[in-house]
Protein backbone atom coordinates (compact mmCIF):
# COMPACT_ATOMS: atom_id res chain seq x y z
CA UNK A 1 0.00 0.00 0.00
CA UNK A 2 1.35 3.39 -1.29
CA UNK A 3 0.98 6.10 1.67
CA UNK A 4 -0.95 8.69 0.11
CA UNK A 5 -0.61 12.57 1.49
CA UNK A 6 -3.76 11.84 2.87
CA UNK A 7 -2.44 8.99 4.52
CA UNK A 8 0.34 10.37 6.07
CA UNK A 9 -1.99 12.99 7.22
CA UNK A 10 -4.37 10.72 9.30
CA UNK A 11 -1.21 8.64 10.57
CA UNK A 12 0.31 11.56 11.90
CA UNK A 13 -2.79 13.29 13.56
CA UNK A 14 -3.59 9.90 15.41
CA UNK A 15 0.16 9.67 16.51
CA UNK A 16 -0.08 13.24 17.88
CA UNK A 17 -3.24 12.47 19.43
CA UNK A 18 -1.87 9.21 20.75
CA UNK A 19 0.84 11.18 22.36
CA UNK A 20 -1.43 13.65 23.79
CA UNK A 21 -3.57 11.52 25.24
CA UNK A 22 -0.72 9.26 26.67
CA UNK A 23 0.90 12.78 28.18
CA UNK A 24 -1.92 13.91 29.59
CA UNK A 25 -2.74 10.55 31.54
CA UNK A 26 0.95 10.50 32.91
CA UNK A 27 0.68 13.95 34.12
CA UNK A 28 -3.12 13.16 35.70
CA UNK A 29 -1.56 10.12 37.24
CA UNK A 30 1.46 11.58 38.55
CA UNK A 31 0.94 15.34 39.57
CA UNK A 32 -2.82 15.59 39.16
CA UNK A 33 -2.36 18.00 36.14
CA UNK A 34 -4.85 17.83 33.14
CA UNK A 35 -6.32 19.85 30.61
CA UNK A 36 -8.34 22.89 31.66
CA UNK A 37 -11.90 21.72 31.83
CA UNK A 38 -13.81 19.14 32.17
CA UNK A 39 -14.77 18.12 28.79
CA UNK A 40 -11.29 19.39 27.52
CA UNK A 41 -9.57 15.61 28.47
CA UNK A 42 -13.46 13.72 27.36
CA UNK A 43 -12.69 15.36 24.16
CA UNK A 44 -9.26 14.46 23.46
CA UNK A 45 -10.12 10.72 24.55
CA UNK A 46 -12.90 10.59 21.88
CA UNK A 47 -10.86 12.21 19.03
CA UNK A 48 -8.36 9.34 19.76
CA UNK A 49 -10.94 6.51 19.62
CA UNK A 50 -12.43 7.54 16.36
CA UNK A 51 -9.39 8.32 14.81
CA UNK A 52 -8.67 4.82 16.30
CA UNK A 53 -10.70 3.47 13.94
CA UNK A 54 -10.42 5.93 10.99
CA UNK A 55 -6.80 4.37 11.37
CA UNK A 56 -7.83 0.60 11.15
CA UNK A 57 -10.33 1.44 8.44
CA UNK A 58 -7.84 3.46 6.34
CA UNK A 59 -5.01 0.69 6.63
CA UNK A 60 -7.03 -2.59 7.21
CA UNK A 61 -4.36 -4.62 5.26
CA UNK A 62 -1.95 -3.41 7.13
CA UNK A 63 -0.76 -6.22 10.30
CA UNK A 64 -0.89 -3.26 13.10
CA UNK A 65 -4.51 -2.21 12.17
CA UNK A 66 -5.77 -5.45 12.86
CA UNK A 67 -3.35 -5.64 15.97
CA UNK A 68 -4.90 -2.19 16.85
CA UNK A 69 -8.78 -3.45 16.73
CA UNK A 70 -7.86 -6.80 18.41
CA UNK A 71 -6.30 -4.47 21.16
CA UNK A 72 -9.39 -2.24 21.73
CA UNK A 73 -11.61 -5.18 21.30
CA UNK A 74 -9.64 -7.38 24.11
CA UNK A 75 -9.48 -4.04 26.05
CA UNK A 76 -12.95 -3.52 25.84
CA UNK A 77 -13.79 -7.28 26.75
CA UNK A 78 -11.32 -7.42 29.89
CA UNK A 79 -12.85 -4.03 31.28
CA UNK A 80 -16.31 -6.01 31.55
CA UNK A 81 -14.88 -9.39 33.04
CA UNK A 82 -14.68 -8.18 36.93
CA UNK A 83 -18.26 -6.82 37.61
CA UNK A 84 -17.86 -4.42 34.29
CA UNK A 85 -16.28 -1.98 37.47
CA UNK A 86 -13.12 -0.52 34.68
CA UNK A 87 -15.86 -0.48 32.40
CA UNK A 88 -18.27 1.67 34.46
CA UNK A 89 -15.24 3.89 35.62
CA UNK A 90 -14.06 4.27 31.69
CA UNK A 91 -17.42 5.28 30.54
CA UNK A 92 -18.36 7.80 33.36
CA UNK A 93 -14.77 9.01 33.12
CA UNK A 94 -14.87 9.68 29.31
CA UNK A 95 -18.63 11.04 29.03
CA UNK A 96 -20.68 13.52 31.12
CA UNK A 97 -21.94 10.85 32.92
CA UNK A 98 -19.32 10.94 35.94
CA UNK A 99 -20.03 14.71 36.28
CA UNK A 100 -22.74 16.12 39.02
CA UNK A 101 -21.45 19.32 39.52
CA UNK A 102 -19.26 21.95 37.24
CA UNK A 103 -19.06 25.24 38.81
CA UNK A 104 -15.76 27.77 38.37
CA UNK A 105 -15.78 29.44 41.05
CA UNK A 106 -13.56 32.48 40.11
CA UNK A 107 -11.06 33.41 37.57
CA UNK A 108 -7.94 30.74 39.11
CA UNK A 109 -10.82 27.82 40.69
CA UNK A 110 -13.41 25.43 39.48
CA UNK A 111 -14.84 23.01 41.65
CA UNK A 112 -17.00 19.81 40.81
CA UNK A 113 -18.45 16.95 42.24
CA UNK A 114 -17.79 13.94 40.13
CA UNK A 115 -18.15 9.98 40.35
CA UNK A 116 -16.28 7.57 38.14
CA UNK A 117 -17.47 4.06 40.06
CA UNK A 118 -20.44 1.83 40.36
CA UNK A 119 -19.03 1.32 43.76
CA UNK A 120 -18.12 4.64 45.48
CA UNK A 121 -19.91 7.33 46.13
CA UNK A 122 -19.05 10.67 44.05
CA UNK A 123 -16.04 13.17 45.62
CA UNK A 124 -15.66 16.79 45.86
CA UNK A 125 -12.81 17.95 44.05
CA UNK A 126 -11.09 21.47 43.89
CA UNK A 127 -9.22 22.59 40.63
CA UNK A 128 -6.78 25.41 40.29
CA UNK A 129 -6.56 26.59 36.78
CA UNK A 130 -3.08 27.40 35.13
CA UNK A 131 -3.50 28.61 31.33
CA UNK A 132 -4.89 25.56 29.55
CA UNK A 133 -3.89 23.26 32.27
CA UNK A 134 -5.41 22.84 35.58
CA UNK A 135 -4.37 21.07 38.70
CA UNK A 136 -6.81 19.12 41.09
CA UNK A 137 -5.74 20.55 45.07
CA UNK A 138 -8.54 19.27 47.06
CA UNK A 139 -10.07 15.97 47.33
CA UNK A 140 -12.94 14.74 49.12
CA UNK A 141 -15.42 12.22 50.06
CA UNK A 142 -18.48 11.95 52.11
CA UNK A 143 -16.52 10.16 55.06
CA UNK A 144 -14.62 13.09 55.33
CA UNK A 145 -16.57 16.09 54.88
CA UNK A 146 -19.82 14.65 56.18
CA UNK A 147 -18.84 12.60 59.81
CA UNK A 148 -21.22 14.87 61.80
CA UNK A 149 -24.22 13.66 59.24
CA UNK A 150 -24.05 10.65 57.53
CA UNK A 151 -27.57 11.71 55.88
CA UNK A 152 -26.25 14.61 54.14
CA UNK A 153 -24.11 13.81 51.02
CA UNK A 154 -22.23 15.24 48.84
CA UNK A 155 -23.98 13.72 46.03
CA UNK A 156 -27.40 16.35 46.85
CA UNK A 157 -25.36 19.29 46.88
CA UNK A 158 -27.05 21.89 44.87
CA UNK A 159 -24.02 24.26 44.46
CA UNK A 160 -20.89 25.31 45.60
CA UNK A 161 -19.95 28.16 46.56
CA UNK A 162 -16.85 30.37 46.82
CA UNK A 163 -16.36 32.07 50.40
CA UNK A 164 -12.91 33.37 51.12
CA UNK A 165 -9.31 32.83 50.28
CA UNK A 166 -5.91 33.32 52.23
CA UNK A 167 -2.33 32.61 51.18
CA UNK A 168 -2.69 29.05 52.47
CA UNK A 169 -6.18 28.35 52.41
CA UNK A 170 -9.21 28.28 50.11
CA UNK A 171 -12.69 27.98 51.71
CA UNK A 172 -16.29 27.05 49.94
CA UNK A 173 -20.02 26.14 50.78
CA UNK A 174 -21.42 23.24 49.92
CA UNK A 175 -25.20 23.91 49.24
CA UNK A 176 -28.08 22.23 50.24
CA UNK A 177 -31.32 25.14 50.63
CA UNK A 178 -30.99 23.50 54.14
CA UNK A 179 -28.27 23.31 56.55
CA UNK A 180 -24.92 23.95 54.52
CA UNK A 181 -21.45 22.70 54.80
CA UNK A 182 -18.61 25.25 54.76
CA UNK A 183 -15.23 23.93 54.45
CA UNK A 184 -11.66 25.30 54.37
CA UNK A 185 -9.05 23.45 53.51
CA UNK A 186 -4.50 23.73 52.99
CA UNK A 187 -4.24 24.69 49.13
CA UNK A 188 -0.95 23.24 49.73
CA UNK A 189 -1.29 20.04 51.32
CA UNK A 190 -5.32 19.54 50.40
CA UNK A 191 -5.85 18.66 53.99
CA UNK A 192 -8.58 20.06 55.68
CA UNK A 193 -8.40 22.67 58.38
CA UNK A 194 -12.26 23.48 59.18
CA UNK A 195 -15.83 22.31 58.67
CA UNK A 196 -18.36 24.37 60.10
CA UNK A 197 -21.99 23.54 59.54
CA UNK A 198 -24.03 26.57 58.55
Known sequence: MNL????????RTYLILSLLLAINCFLYYFKLISLRGYYSDVILFWLWFATSFLVIVVFWK????KLLLAAIIISIILSILPMMMPFYAWILS????????????NERYRAQIVSYSAMASPWLEVIEKNGVIEKRIFKSTDRELMNDNLDVKIRTAKDI????????????????GGPNKTITFNKNTGNITKIEPN
Open 4 to 11: TKKHITIL
Open 62 to 65: KIMA
Open 94 to 105: TTSLGLLIDKNL
Open 161 to 176: IFKSETDSTLTLTLFY
